[in-house]
């Protein structure tokens, strides 16, 4: 099993930034990629960010593109969101998840919230 903790979101105002980062624990070596998504209130959770663990390739869902970073520390098992020049529509639930080769993200974390202000 993984086990997967956010930490870091909170209140910002337009244009501010937040950095939300995910403590992996367990059998990590298991894991192909980590991820960031979020769900905001009354819609569906969306993929916002991905990075492969072993040689760190990234890809990004185009509303964050030039705007947020996913970055892992594996030494200390963390991975990272950047967010930068934020929006009020960037307002939702984050969620860190894992995933190993040719499966769904199955190791999910409880969430942090991120409430950007206009």
């Known amino acids: 099993q993984v086990q997967l903790v956010e930490s870091g979101g909170g209140l910002v105002q337009a244009g501010g930034s937040l950095r939300l980062s995910c403590a992996a624990s367990?059998?990590?070596?298991?894991?192909?990629?980590m991820a960031w998504f979020r769900q905001a209130p009354g819609k569906e959770r969306e993929f916002i960010a991905r990075?492969?663990?072993?040689?760190?390739?990234?890809y990004y869902t185009d509303s964050v593109k030039g705007r947020f970073t996913i970055s892992t520390n594996n030494a200390k098992n963390l991975v990272y969101l950047q967010m930068n020049s934020l929006k009020p529509e960037d307002t939702a639930v984050y969620y860190c998840?894992?995933?190993?080769?040719?499966?769904?993200?199955?190791?999910w974390g409880q969430g942090t919230q991120v409430t950007v202000s206009s």
């Open positions: 998840a894992g995933r190993i080769a040719g499966q769904e993200y199955n190791y």
């Open positions: 367990g059998r990590i070596f298991r894991l192909y990629d």
């Open positions: 990075i492969t663990v072993s040689d760190s390739i990234t």
